[in-house]
Nanobody, 126 residues
Framework: VQLQASGGGLVQAGESLRLSCEPS????????VGWFRQAPGKERETVAA????????YYADSVKGRFKISRDNAKNMVYLQMNSLKPEDTAVYYC????????????????????WGQGTLVTVSS
């Protein structure tokens, strides 16, 4: 599965952005999708993840209440709505997919995701 992330850009603190992720193949119901980010000089961190069924979600403490992961089953798209952006949100954001054959606990670690997009840069100025 190839993933195309888009929607990054330069914004001011307090503004919003919506990232999109388009998989090259249909996401199956047991799969998990996630958004991750990596800032310069820092390790990649999990931002948000969800089961494709939508019954499980995870958010990093740093983005809770500001970011929302969602998916559009009909369009086979994954989104990350980012509100109240802060300079510390500046990073390259990646979407990823984890294939599962059955329902499993939600994967929240980047090491658990096998398919990755190329990343989209989000820069938040103060």
């Amino acid at each position: 599965v190839q993933l195309q992330a888009s929607g990054g850009g330069l914004v001011q603190a307090g503004e919003s952005l919506r990232l999109s992720c388009e998989p090259s193949a249909p996401i199956l119901s047991n799969w998990h999708v996630g958004w991750f980010r990596q800032a310069p000089g820092k390790e990649r961190e999990t931002v948000a993840a969800m089961s494709w069924r939508g019954e499980m979600t995870y958010y990093a403490d740093s983005v809770k209440g500001r970011f929302k992961i969602s998916r559009d089953n009909a369009k086979n798209m994954v989104y990350l709505q980012m509100n109240s952006l802060k300079p510390e949100d500046t990073a390259v954001y990646y979407c990823a997919v984890r294939q599962e054959r059955s329902r499993t606990p939600l994967a929240t670690s980047s090491a658990q995701f096998g398919f990755w997009g190329q990343g989209t840069l989000v820069t938040v100025s103060s």
